[in-house]
């Protein structure tokens, strides 16, 4: 840490050894004996089983090498008290290093070393109460300020510290995390009376990083993440955001979308950052703004508000939501009552009841399909939501069959192939693993219902924007994870959860295959290229 010289003399060269523990467990090692003392009161009011063992390590570059060259191969957390580099860090706010890095200027290989699952073991503590930063951490040899903090400011790293990339010699084979608690900050002198108070109040946050980090080390016993294949993005989804990412190309921002284009917070932040604008109604919109409907559809009433106000549109609702609508009107054209299996407010199902609104009935369940009216039993059909689970539509068709023996079905299945496939890889990961993680947001109905089919074959399944929301705590004795995300969740995000359950120690991973995609959809005239 920066301002370990503040506390006084050297310690003798054999410090290093100082409080080691036998090879076993999960291991933080902490530089200055007042480190390791506030470390170990916090270990102390752990459940004993949780208990880690604290190794003082000894300060700076020297000591710390010759520690790392002894350490074990169990878990191992870095802790400490650190100088900040970023605006915005204050006296006791805890960094998490989502890397280690050496000082180019000390070490000419500039050497990193990744944690991926820093943002989990962020989560843990914030839910603990603390004041959390992700960002690199950055190891130097000699305590620095002014036009050095700077430079290494420059670079990117949220801290320094004097220990944490010597103690880590060559490439990572066990689960490693780094926690540092801010004492000087970017614009703090370090000889000046007030650094021992705000090196005492790092000290004082020390304590209360451990009961995160034992989540942390209670996680890393995995060894197998179990992939669903197929999973992420689908044709209609890479369609529709390729409709927003070629408008913008085409035309610049702003580009107005109605609603969010697919549901996904991450899909949606990226084309916010990049000039698009999501608006709920078509009023919110500018006149002659080019306006782009989402890949859910939209009822011909906002159809004909757009022709209205003869603002520019482009279509991106899915093919395979545009062939539901077109049923919908074909069976109230002959004279049917439509039932419409699906959830109520989604905005596919708004679409939907908007082609024949006097016409269709919408049924969200069993015990709906038990009292859902009907003008004539003999003309009746049923449509269903493109996103539902499939053994739950099931169940209300049946349901509708037996009141009504001559219901009409679309001429194919209307539950997307997208929304098949993923929930029979999915049921084929539960199988295997004790807890599921599905990647997506909780407004996509594909992927909630991913959820409630790994649950109803009996496995813990979570939902996850991404790998800051995985709780620790779903993890702790687990052994394998299956893993998923919805048609809306980009792959990218499936690729950082499975590199930070790797860094908590599941190095075997597998796929397992219920399909294969390969289906793709034509763009809209307005953006396709020649």
């Not at 000591?63 to 915005?88: K, M, W, Y």
């Not at 955001?241 to 070629?246: D, F, P, T, W, Y």
């Not at 539960?430 to 993680?437: I, Q, T, Y």
Request: glycine share 10%; aromatic share 2%; charged share 25%.
């Amino acid at each position: 840490m920066t301002l370990s010289a503040a506390r006084g003399a050297p310690q003798p060269a054999g410090a290093a050894s100082i409080g080691a523990e036998p090879a076993s467990g999960w291991t933080i090692c902490a530089p200055m004996r007042p480190e390791a003392a506030a470390l170990r009161r916090g270990l102390a009011a752990l459940d004993p089983q949780r208990r880690g063992a604290v190794r003082r390590t000894g300060i700076g570059a020297r000591r710390s090498r010759a520690a790392g060259a002894t350490l074990d191969g169990g878990p191992l957390a870095i802790a400490g008290i650190c100088g900040g580099l970023a605006d915005g860090l204050s006296p006791g706010d805890v960094v998490v290093a989502s890397e280690i890095r050496t000082d180019p200027e000390v070490d000419g290989a500039g050497r990193v070393v990744p944690l991926p699952a820093a943002p989990m073991l962020a989560a843990a503590l914030r839910r603990h109460g603390l004041r959390v930063h992700i960002g690199p951490v950055v190891s130097t040899d000699r305590l620095v300020g002014g036009a050095a903090k700077a430079r290494l400011a420059a670079t990117g790293a949220l801290a320094v510290d004097l220990e944490s990339a010597w103690l880590l010699p060559g490439p990572q084979r066990r689960p490693v995390a780094c926690v540092r608690v801010v004492a000087d900050t970017a614009d703090d002198g370090l000889w000046r009376p007030a650094t021992l108070d705000r090196v005492r109040v790092a000290l004082r946050a020390l304590p209360a990083v451990v009961p995160a980090l034992a989540e942390w080390a209670a996680a890393t016993g995995l060894r197998r993440v179990v992939l669903a294949s197929p999973r992420s993005f689908c044709a209609g989804v890479e369609r529709a955001i390729a409709v927003v990412e070629q408008a913008l190309e085409r035309h610049g921002a702003p580009v107005y979308v109605r609603k969010e284009i697919v549901h996904n917070a991450t899909v949606v932040a990226d084309l916010r950052g990049r000039g698009a604008v999501f608006v709920d109604e078509l009023d919110e919109v500018p006149e002659g703004a080019l306006t782009i409907f989402s890949a859910h559809g939209v009822s011909p009433a906002v159809r004909r508000t757009a022709a209205d106000r003869a603002l520019p549109v482009i279509d991106a609702t899915c093919p395979l939501v545009t062939k539901v609508h077109a049923e919908a009107r074909r069976f109230a054209g002959r004279g049917d009552t439509v039932l419409l299996i699906g959830h109520d407010g989604h905005e596919e199902v708004e679409g939907t009841l908007g082609e024949a609104p006097e016409a269709t009935r919408l049924v969200t369940d069993i015990a709906a399909a038990e009292r859902v009216q009907v003008d004539d039993p003999q003309r009746v059909s049923y449509l269903v939501q493109t996103t539902l689970a499939v053994d739950e539509a099931d169940g209300i068709v049946q349901a509708l069959r037996r009141r009504f023996p001559a219901l009409a079905a679309p001429a194919s299945d209307d539950i997307c192939y997208a929304t098949t496939n993923r929930q029979q890889a999915v049921l084929m990961a539960a199988a295997e693993a004790d807890v599921v993680l599905v990647v997506g947001s909780a407004n996509s109905s594909n992927s909630v219902r991913l959820v409630e089919v790994a649950q109803r074959a009996g496995a813990r399944a979570h939902l996850v924007d991404g790998v800051g929301d995985v709780d620790l705590r779903w993890l702790a004795g687990t052994r394998t994870v299956g893993v998923t995300a919805g048609a809306s969740a980009p792959p990218g995000l499936v690729d950082e959860l499975v590199a930070a359950l790797g860094a908590l120690g599941a190095d075997d991973v597998s796929e397992r295959s219920a399909a294969v995609e390969d289906i793709r959809f034509t763009l809209p005239k307005e953006v396709r290229r020649s």
